[in-house]
């Protein structure tokens, strides 16, 4: 099963793909993780991503498209993957239609996990990451037990330098004028489906696992 999660930042693509990839026994591949990684560890790919996520900018398509091709050859992403942050715009979403295509595959569903604008401001500020396993926080709606301190794996959590209110709204910027646009491009194909992401973790959550068995 191949499943899009498609939302502004703040929808809580993350948090529910981590929850749903894991019911559903699939790959979670999240592409802002991803670079994210890549900007820590230093690698080519980090240094060409760097200075466009700072800004709150797309990553160009070319950089994109090669790394998703990639993970979606990887043996754990046979059984199906759910994709977080990918495609953001209608150059990718066409790439990973021809990509699949030849292999045979197909998206399935593609949830968009619908947020007011005022909430996703709120929920942008006082995010929280964890630097090891990436799970995310919220100073009010999710906060870790120990300040600080990733539940999970007792990672350090920091706030994305992308998370200032000057960066996030350029974010939202990009993504009313580039990727809401795929809500009609997979509304015409018939796979979306429209989940409200408002509500407790495991709410937002059970909501969508009926939506993609439906
Ligand atoms: P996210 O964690 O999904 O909010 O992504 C953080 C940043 O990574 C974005 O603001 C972009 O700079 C970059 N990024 C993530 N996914 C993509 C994508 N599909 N295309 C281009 N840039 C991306």
Not at 99 to 114: E, H, L, N, S, T
Not at 166 to 180: D, G, H, I, N, P
Not at 189 to 212: M, W
Request: charged share 30%.
């Amino acid at each position: 099963m191949y499943i899009v999660f498609l939302g502004a930042p703040g929808a809580g693509k993350g948090t529910q793909a981590a929850v749903v990839a894991k019911k559903l026994h699939l790959a979670h591949i999240a592409t802002g993780d991803l670079f994210r990684r890549a900007v820590e560890v230093g690698t080519e790919l980090g240094k060409q991503a760097k200075s466009y996520m700072e800004k709150g900018a797309l990553v160009p398509n070319k950089i994109t498209i090669a790394m998703v091709l990639e993970q979606i050859s990887a043996p754990d992403s046979k059984e199906g993957v759910i994709f977080d942050g990918f495609p953001r715009n209608l150059e990718q979403a066409k790439a990973l239609d021809e990509a699949f295509k030849k292999q045979g595959k197909a998206i399935d569903k593609v949830v968009y996990i619908k947020v007011a604008e005022e909430e996703l401001l709120k929920r942008l500020s006082g995010r929280w990451i964890c630097r090891k396993c990436q799970t995310p926080y919220h100073d009010v709606y999710s906060p870790p037990k120990v300040k600080g301190r990733c539940d999970k794996c007792g990672g350090e959590l920091y706030q994305r330098p992308d998370d200032t209110v000057e960066t996030v709204r350029e974010r939202l910027k990009v993504y009313f004028s580039q990727t809401a646009p795929l809500i009609d491009y997979y509304t015409k194909s018939k796979k979306l489906v429209e989940v409200d992401g408002v509500g407790k973790v495991n709410e937002v959550a059970k909501r969508i696992v009926a939506a993609v068995r439906n």
